[in-house]
């Protein structure tokens, strides 16, 4: 079961639906953030909003007066403490701003919202202790820092990919970002990871580097060439809901032998010992 607040009011997901003039449906205009419910309590709640509403004002998508954005927030502490939360408040929290109906060129100054609450996709506990597989492209993704609903081209990558996880975005011979989570290598004891402006600005991103430079460990931000995949000691990806996941093979390419690393362990456990920090109040 999966929940949507829409129009002032939660209703079942399936039963939501929005004009077929809204530009998300007629261009694909439109900006998103999901985050984690641990326990009733969103995770990174502000970190998140606050990319939401950078994704909106690169786009184009009028949220000057604050309004959608602390509706948003209201809703989603709300919402995760409502008795049909997905699994008791243990799921995830999709924030969508649309582009809405506009005649301006570029500008979109009435834009649709709406909070879509569903359970968590699975990941495998298999996946975290044997890693998983990407599938590299040439594409890349435009306007790095808007979180856009438009997952097209990455998602045309990823057909006849088998048991891959997500493609990997290779622009230019670089490694930036996969389809919905932030890349990292490691080499020479440092941790590699493309800077944000290259990619997303990822949440779990940035708790995991700043867990990890606290740990001691050494960090250079910038996009590896996709030569050095094959000379990387492990690799592994970060998103809200998988939060560390090893990456053992990148098309032909098998990291480290095709066995997970020691890092992305290591980070895995500080992070969920860490939870609690960036916990919602
Ligand atoms: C959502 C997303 C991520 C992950 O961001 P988190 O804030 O860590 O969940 C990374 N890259 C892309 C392209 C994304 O869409």
């Not at 999901?34 to 326990?39: A, D, F, N, Q």
């Not at 495998?124 to 990407?134: F, S």
């Not at 867990?211 to 001691?216: C, E, F, I, P, Y």
């Not at 931000?221 to 093979?249: G, I, N």
């Amino acid at each position: 079961m999966s929940i949507c607040h829409i129009n002032g009011e939660y209703l079942p997901t399936e039963k939501c639906a929005l004009p077929v003039t809204d530009l998300v449906i007629q261009r694909g205009v439109g900006v998103f953030d999901s985050l984690r419910i641990y326990g009733g309590k969103a995770f990174a709640l502000t970190a998140h909003m606050e990319r939401l509403e950078k994704s909106a004002r690169i786009a184009g998508i009028n949220v000057e007066d604050g309004s959608i954005i602390r509706d948003i927030t209201q809703t989603v502490r709300e919402g995760s403490l409502r008795a049909d939360c997905p699994d008791g408040g243990d799921c995830i929290v999709k924030a969508y701003i649309t582009g809405g109906d506009s005649a301006v060129h570029g500008v979109f100054p009435n834009p649709r919202h709406f909070v879509i609450f569903e359970s968590a996709p699975d990941v495998k506990p298999e996946a975290y202790q044997n890693g998983v597989a990407l599938q590299p492209t040439t594409e890349g993704r435009p306007y790095p820092l808007v979180k856009s609903i438009n997952y097209m081209v990455g998602l045309m990558q990823e057909a006849g990919s088998g048991d891959v996880l997500e493609c990997l975005y290779c622009p230019d011979g670089k490694v930036t970002e996969t389809l919905k989570s932030s890349f990292f290598m490691c080499r020479d004891g440092k941790i590699i990871t493309a800077p944000t402006g290259s990619v997303l600005g990822g949440v779990t991103r940035n708790i995991v580097l700043e867990l990890a430079r606290v740990d001691g460990f050494k960090i250079e931000e910038r996009c590896p060439d996709v030569s050095e995949l094959k000379l990387a000691d492990e690799a592994f990806l970060t998103s809200s809901w998988k939060e560390v996941l090893p990456v053992v093979r990148v098309g032909d390419i098998k990291i480290a032998g095709g066995k997970p690393g020691p890092v992305a362990a290591h980070l895995q456990k500080l992070y969920r010992a860490n939870l609690g920090r960036w916990l919602d109040k």
